[in-house]
């Protein structure tokens, strides 16, 4: 499924359209190159599960963690600055297992052996300054659920 996206308020509106169909358990994998909108893709996620905390980008910190007020949690990870899983996979094998989390993965590549087949892909690609082509492709029935929420 492709999505044109040409604001960044678009996007977050695509993130917003996400967050409607996850219940828990989802994993999301972004895939884009620095300054696609993964992040402001996430903003969008976490403002459509009702989290009012800011949402900022994991680049430094590698994870952040927010609650949403409906039981669930939203944990964004970015493995971009990582040459090696090590203890990280351990920490993300927890994570994408837990019934009431919803995981978002940037530069997911470092821990592919961890992820699940059942995930949603999510690649941005930017043919200019303000225009994104959003392509998502489910993995599996969890995440083809999230698509079909889209239609």
């Known amino acids: 499924m492709n999505h044109h996206v040409t604001s960044e308020a678009d996007m977050r509106l695509l993130g917003v ?11 999301i994998e972004l895939i884009g190159d620095v300054g696609a909108g993964k992040t402001t893709l996430t903003k969008g996620i976490a403002e459509g599960l009702g989290i009012s905390e800011t949402v900022q980008s994991p680049s430094f910190t590698i ?3 927010y609650d949403a007020p409906n039981d669930l949690r939203l944990v964004h990870y970015d493995f971009y600055r990582l040459q090696d899983a090590g203890i990280m996979a351990d920490e993300l094998n927890e994570t994408i297992h837990n ?5 978002i993965i940037e530069w997911a590549d470092i821990v592919d052996g961890v992820l699940p087949s059942d ?3 999510i690649s941005i ?5 303000s225009e ?10 969890t995440s083809r659920r999230i698509l079909e929420g889209l239609a």
């Open 17 to 27: 359209q996400i967050a409607r169909a996850l219940k828990g358990g989802e994993v």
């Open 63 to 65: 994870s952040r963690v």
């Open 99 to 103: 019934a009431t989390t919803v995981t």
């Open 119 to 121: 995930r949603l892909t």
């Open 125 to 129: 690609v930017s043919p200019s300054e």
């Open 132 to 141: 994104r082509i959003v392509t998502i492709a489910a993995g599996g029935d």
